[in-house]
């Protein structure tokens, strides 16, 4: 038998005796992250296929959620932070190797864009609506020249968005539950699956909201293959990854993972989307609130379960 | 210039001594350390082997913390010492998640706070960091790698030495005499 202890009696906060530097702030705002990554990722794609008239609700609705969105996640963000007054070192310096470094500017990118893109569709939601300055008229139109730019811009600097949140995550080789690259593919499927069940909850219209349960039903089926991928790349590795899989595997993590992530969060909405699909007909907002729930607590698990793994020796 | 830490596990007593003379030194915040002592009890009774071990941040050459970290506070210094600028510290804790010894802590003052090999205060006045000058048994050796001559690379040469979780990819700089 072989027994480790600590005999000078180390328990500094936050480290000892397992590792909670940081708690629902992170994974809050990766879940809202990658949600309005998901919708501003939509919105953008069909303004560039020029489907604007098809998916109403995708292009000129749903992003009006995303500027909040991001600024919830951000305030989470700079809730989290231990020494606050000095956040604004983040924007001094652009470090490549950090992925919390470059994921700060693509936010600064990102949140810009999406409140021009809500300017630019206000009338939508206030027909009446006027800027009272000329100067603000001049924006509008110099941005309704460059829209297709616009949607560009949103496309890309939201699909790196949805990966980095998962990023943040697997570039800790520290902690072995995070360390796959899987983690970012998968965050940012879960937060374009999540977008499209935004979607399908504000749409109004029945043909949007089948395109959206079908793109939604593919997402979830991709996020189902990554995770047993993930699996079977932990449990063919080394010994502190094989322990990582188990704290999913019959460890404290098994039945809330399982559970409210795989079945009701995955499974159960899939099943309703496909009985949809079919012509079955059952409360159409059932399976993407799920899904979103699913995607929230996704990130808490994994937030939580990444701090209890480690490498032991 | 590298600058390495060499603790021989078996003139080690577990003593603390490095602990207390390092949170006096350091101003250390009541309630945290910048390094403790490790024992490992192997084997069976009465076949018991122990390994006593004072341990401290390893000033990695590959440092994850380093690399990990959003602004540049966590950066090497001198000799490959890894350090925190305290005012450009957002305290994020991207460095305390990243690093496999657990060596980082936040200060209640909100920045991340750790050893740094007592680099300002007694290595650049020519004098050994607190834990190694105070220890009772001399079981601590400090100096440059990259002098045949200085006190760590001597014992490195001539003692069997392993390092903690070098499958982590870290190279770290603290060695244990075996």
Not at chain 1, 69 to 90: E, R, T
Request: hydrophobic residues 45%; contains cysteine.
């Amino acid at each position: 038998m072989k027994e480790e202890i600590i005999v000078s009696g180390r328990l500094n906060h936050l480290i000892d005796p397992q590792l909670h530097i940081w708690h629902w702030h992170i994974p809050l705002y990766l879940f809202l992250g990658g949600l309005a990554a998901g919708i501003l990722f939509f919105a953008a794609l069909y303004t560039i296929l020029g489907k604007e008239k098809e998916y109403p609700t995708a292009v000129k609705l749903a992003p009006f959620l995303t500027p909040a969105l991001l600024s919830i996640g951000l305030l989470a963000l700079f809730l989290d932070l231990n020494h606050k007054l000095y956040f604004w070192q983040l924007y001094t310096t652009l470090r490549l190797e950090s992925p919390m470094s470059w994921g700060a500017w693509t936010l600064m990118v990102v949140t810009p864009a999406s409140i021009v893109w809500c300017a630019l569709h206000i009338r939508e939601l206030f027909p009446n609506w006027d800027w009272k300055f000329n100067w603000l008229k001049a924006v509008e139109t110099f941005f309704n020249q460059y829209k297709q730019h616009l949607a560009w811009v949103l496309l890309i600097s939201s699909l790196i968005l949805g990966v980095y949140t998962g990023i943040l995550f697997s570039a800790f080789n520290a902690r072995p539950l995070w360390n796959t690259s899987i983690l970012g593919p998968l965050f940012l499927t879960s937060g374009l699956s999540t977008g499209a069940a935004a979607i399908v909850l504000m749409s109004k219209k029945a043909s949007e909201r089948h395109n959206f349960a079908r793109i939604d039903l593919m997402l979830i089926g991709i996020e189902l293959f990554l995770i047993v991928h993930m699996f079977m790349g932990f449990l063919a590795s080394t010994q502190v990854h094989i322990e990582a899989a188990h704290l999913f595997l019959g460890g404290p993590y098994t039945v809330p993972f399982w559970l409210f992530v795989v079945m009701l969060g995955l499974v159960i909405p899939a099943l309703l989307e496909f009985l949809e699909l079919r012509g079955f007909h059952m409360p159409y907002f059932i399976a993407p609130v799920l899904v979103i729930l699913g995607g929230l607590i996704f990130r808490f698990i994994i937030a939580y379960a990444g701090q209890a793994s480690r490498w032991l020796y | 210039m590298r600058y390495a830490m060499a603790v021989d596990t078996l003139k080690c007593v577990g003593c603390s001594d490095c602990v207390v003379a390092c949170q006096t030194e350091n101003n250390v915040p009541i309630g945290f350390c910048r390094d403790w002592v490790v024992e490992v009890t192997d084997g069976t009774y009465p076949r018991l082997e122990i390994e006593i071990r004072s341990e401290r941040c390893n000033h990695c050459e590959n440092s994850p913390c380093v690399r990990c970290c959003p602004t540049g506070a966590s950066h090497y210094a001198e000799g490959g010492v890894v350090l925190v600028t305290p005012h450009k510290c957002i305290g994020c804790g991207a460095c305390i998640a990243s690093c496999p010894y657990d060596a980082r802590y936040p200060h209640p003052d909100g920045y991340v706070d750790k050893c740094t090999f007592c680099l300002h205060n007694r290595v650049e006045k020519g004098l050994d960091p607190a834990c190694v000058s105070v220890c009772p048994t001399k079981c601590m050796y400090f100096g440059d790698l990259d002098d045949p001559n200085s006190p760590v690379s001597k014992v490195l040469k001539n003692r069997k030495y392993k390092t903690l979780i070098p499958e982590a990819g870290t190279n770290p700089q603290l060695y244990f005499l075996l």
